[in-house]
T-cell receptor, first 117, second 110 residues
């Protein structure tokens, strides 16, 4: 089954304790992204990657790191989490459809609800 | 930068028609998306518009006017299961990665 998986789905942690949220897709997609979703603010992009070893900052990258060592995986790293990083996180992957009006349909993972105390 | 506006919340009656508007200002334009997101779930793709006009897909249609920076999502024959957030997203010029608006929460009541 084509899917994007994230782990863990739920996490409660404390300030300053490094954590990694994994994201994996089995669709051979080139593009992968991380978003956070907060009430009233919608989905905001943290980082994105257009291919292996190619990553770039989104709108809210502060306090986060990513890596793209292989095509299927795009982990999100919080080196020193703080309470303002409490949020719902989504990973997404996509592949340009090709053709004259190519576009990327984003396939989202199930989300990771993170609470930082 | 990107600026995408859509109403925060709308209510409608089962069986009715509802139109959710989205206006945008972006540096370049590479297409507009609509996604549906049920509470506690991931967003799912509904539609993509890059040319002006109406795209119809079953009970859902999406319209785009590039000159006005305007789109709407039209939902016909509303069902209770259509209660969800509807996210407008725009891909700016030179990018395949969309920027999302804050979403419109649609409540369908009997």
């Amino acid at each position: 089954e084509a899917q994007v998986t994230q782990n863990p789905r739920y996490l409660i942690t404390v300030t300053g304790k490094k954590l990694t949220v994994t994201c994996s897709q089995n669709m051979n997609h080139e593009y992968m992204s991380w978003y956070r979703q907060d009430p009233g603010l919608g989905l905001r992009q943290i980082y994105y990657s257009m291919n292996v070893e190619v990553t770039d900052k989104g709108d809210v990258p502060e306090g986060y790191k990513v890596s793209r060592k292989e095509k299927r995986n795009f982990p999100l790293i919080l080196e020193s989490p703080s309470p303002n990083q409490t949020s719902l996180y989504f990973c997404a992957s996509s592949l340009p459809t090709g053709g004259r009006y190519s576009y990327n349909e984003q396939f989202f993972g199930p989300g990771t609800r993170l609470t930082v105390l | 930068g990107q600026n995408i506006d859509q109403p925060t919340e709308m209510t409608a009656t089962e069986g009715a028609i509802v139109q959710i508007n989205c206006t945008y200002q972006t540096s370049g334009f590479n297409g507009l998306f609509w996604y549906q997101q049920h509470a506690g779930e991931a967003p799912t793709f509904l539609s993509y518009n890059v040319l002006d006009g109406l795209e119809e897909k079953g009970r859902f249609s999406s319209f785009l006017s590039r000159s006005k920076g305007y789109s709407y999502l039209l939902l016909k024959e509303l069902q209770m299961k259509d209660s969800a957030s509807y996210l407008c997203a725009v891909s700016p010029g030179g990018s395949y990665i969309p920027t999302f608006g804050r979403g419109t929460s649609l409540i369908v009541h009997p």
